[in-house]
């Protein structure tokens, strides 16, 4: 039976009228929206402002950096609900499912579960865990409606935002408070996901704005190719809000959230549970330089079979922006990270000692100078102090050729590194001796040297594209080495390289259709170094396809109806192997006015069902569905 899924938004007084009677009354309402991205032409759509490829505001088409921008509208045309699935609106990334609520997603290699070559900052907050140096992914739940868009880096970023961004950097950032003012409230209703959303934004004082929300969801489990539940279902609930105030040259932010869920696994399940709390103060100085001071605090807790943790981060950073010289900018910064880790030890495994308390320290500075009108340079440095290893250094060095306005060509030369985990180090296989796997107290970072060259242009009004070549060495990656006296060990083993290339084109052909389009080939070779004896190493660092593509088709017909078709293509994964699939989704929607939008989505349109991520003796399916939403927006 096909699933229907219903979501409406109501803004106003909240308890003025029955949901039914304002159902009636969307029709004939007379609302206004926001300018949405299809609406500008692609060459206002090269004048997008971006910051993550240099900490400061830039025109995308200048940016030096193999960068893609998921906007608003891409993810309401998308009909995402979760950041994981917003995030496949990335040519660049891959993003594989690999049950209800876990997802794999990488770029340019090394994806896995566990993978910890990306770095991700919501609204400068980096979400991480030096668990494993990654993202738990089933705990970061977001307000869709809230995010402006989503800056995606696909290479190196290590001189300006530090270790573990390896191969990319995720820079979510959500609208300012000023942008969501009203009320919301967003019912879902299906068969694979449920949830409520409430927001209300206001006024505070006459130069502030804010918003609180609260959000419920649940989610449904997913089945095994044989047909049989997962047993991977999920509900939980999350509430925050922001507060933007700004008064002559100086802008504060606050921000927080709280959350907690729980998920289905045997034999006890899954908790979350966790609360963040952001400040950030911007200055405006003299000469156009600019002064920036954020903190934050987050408390995370993960309670699973076999395994609990406790993890509370605080983290202070300060950034200066400014001109040293009239043909040269500069920024510096300087920030502090102190996490205490507090781990509860089973007989199936154990992190010795179980409670630590780590500091990371950095200072960074980079510098572009202009040698011609259209060339520049930018040199940078970050050294960054780890509890494992203590300093590292993050060079950066990169040429910027602008040939016209709408062309540039860029060249860079990065080292980053993949700081020591916990698991590195600390982890234990069982909890109790003998152990049949050591974490190894002298495990150093894993270290990668990248070349990347980049073309990206607007030749005409209607036609942008970007092409990035890459070649990336790896050294001194994580393997499995056997122990004297029994049992093995984590080491430093690994060596090898990722070549490939990268391209994202965006085509309007008409006023009324759009293309969006990527491709990404890569040839990743991996071995062992000399006087190593991996024992299974290489099949640990992750699983990834040689190719993928994908293909969205925007149309506008007439005045009042759209229709979206996204198609994806995925290589097979060799290990554990995972066929290739095809995906097509489709959405056709409605919008008699500005304001109320109907829409109809059918997501694996041909497919009855494939499989993303995992081994081939259980793996998860996802087969076609349909959803209907109803939107009201103010």
């Excluded at 088409?61 to 045309?77: K, L, N, P, Q, Y």
């Excluded at 191969?167 to 967003?186: E, F, H, P, W």
């Excluded at 997962?230 to 932010?253: E, I, M, P, V, Y």
């Excluded at 991520?613 to 349909?626: K, L």
Aim: proline residues 5%; aromatic residues 10%.
């Amino acid at each position: 039976m096909a699933k229907i899924r219903i979501r409406y938004f109501i803004h106003g007084q909240p308890g003025r009228l029955p949901i039914p009677l304002l159902l009636v009354c969307l029709p004939i309402s007379a609302l206004a929206l926001t300018t949405d991205i299809t609406d500008l032409s692609l060459e206002q759509l090269g004048n997008i402002v971006v910051t993550s490829v240099s900490r400061r505001e830039e025109p995308l088409i200048d940016a030096a950096a193999s960068i893609f921008v998921i906007s608003a509208d891409d993810i309401r045309r998308s009909g995402a609900t979760t950041l994981p699935e917003a995030l496949r609106l990335a040519p660049t990334l891959q993003v594989a499912r690999a049950d209800a609520n876990q997802y794999a997603i990488s770029a340019r290699g090394f994806n896995n579960v566990l993978a910890n070559k990306m770095l991700v900052l919501i609204d400068g907050r980096t979400v991480y865990t030096p668990l494993f140096s990654g993202v738990f992914w089933d705990a970061q739940q977001a307000v869709m409606d809230d995010i402006e868009r989503i800056e995606v880096i696909s290479g190196p970023g290590a001189t300006l935002w530090g270790a573990n961004a390896v191969n990319g950097v995720i820079n979510v950032i959500t609208r300012k408070a000023s942008d969501t003012q009203g009320s919301l409230l967003s019912l879902t209703g299906g068969e694979r996901e449920s949830g409520e959303t409430v927001r209300y934004g206001g006024r505070s004082g006459e130069s502030g704005y804010f918003r609180a929300y609260a959000r419920h969801f649940e989610r449904d489990a997913s089945r095994l190719s044989n047909g049989t539940p997962n047993h991977d279902s999920a509900r939980g609930q999350q509430g925050g809000f922001r507060a933007d105030f700004k008064q002559a040259r100086d802008t504060l932010t606050v921000q927080g959230d709280a959350y907690e869920s729980e998920a289905e696994r045997s034999p006890s399940g899954v908790q979350l549970s966790g609360a963040n709390l952001l400040a950030r103060w911007n200055r405006t100085l003299r000469g156009g330089s600019e002064l920036r001071l954020q903190t934050f605090y987050d408390h995370t807790k993960r309670e699973q079979p076999g395994f609990t943790e406790r993890l509370d981060t605080l983290d202070v950073e300060l950034q200066h922006t400014f001109m040293p010289f009239s043909d040269n900018e500069a920024i510096w910064g300087a920030g502090y990270r102190t996490a205490h880790d507090q781990v509860l030890n089973s007989a199936a495994q154990a992190f010795l000692p179980s409670n630590v308390r780590q500091r990371w320290s950095n200072v960074f500075i980079q510098d572009t100078l202009k040698l011609s009108p259209k060339v520049d340079l930018t040199a940078g440095l970050k050294v960054e102090s780890n509890p494992y290893t203590g300093a590292e250094y993050l060079p950066n060095l990169r040429l910027r050729w602008l040939p016209s306005a709408d062309t540039v060509v860029w060249g860079a030369l990065s080292r980053s590194v993949r700081a020591p985990s916990r698991i590195d180090r600390d982890l234990y296989l069982p909890g109790n001796p003998p152990y049949l796997l050591s974490g190894n107290t002298d495990f150093q970072s894993e270290v990668a040297r990248v070349v990347e060259l980049g073309y990206r242009s607007q030749l005409l009004p209607s036609w942008s594209y970007s092409i990035t070549l890459f070649h990336a060495d790896y050294d001194r990656l994580r393997s499995i080495e056997p122990k004297a006296g029994g049992g093995l060990v984590f080491d430093n083993k690994i060596a090898g390289t990722n070549t490939g290339v990268e391209l994202w084109s965006n085509y309007r052909v008409t006023d009324w259709w759009r293309l969006v389009g990527g491709f990404v080939a890569q040839r990743q070779r991996l071995k062992p170094k000399d006087g190593s004896n991996d024992q299974g190493g290489i099949a640990t660092l992750g699983n990834d396809p040689d190719a993928w593509w994908s293909l969205r088709s925007s149309f506008d017909i007439g005045a009042h109806y759209t229709a979206d078709v996204a198609v994806r293509r995925v290589g097979a994964l060799p290990n554990p192997a995972v066929p290739g699939y095809t995906a097509t989704d489709l959405r056709v929607a409605w919008r008699p006015q500005r304001g109320f939008e109907l829409s109809l989505g059918v997501e694996n349109l041909f497919d009855s069902g494939h499989v993303e991520w995992g081994p081939s003796t259980a793996t998860v399916e996802y087969g076609r569905t349909t959803s209907l939403r109803a939107l009201w927006k103010l």
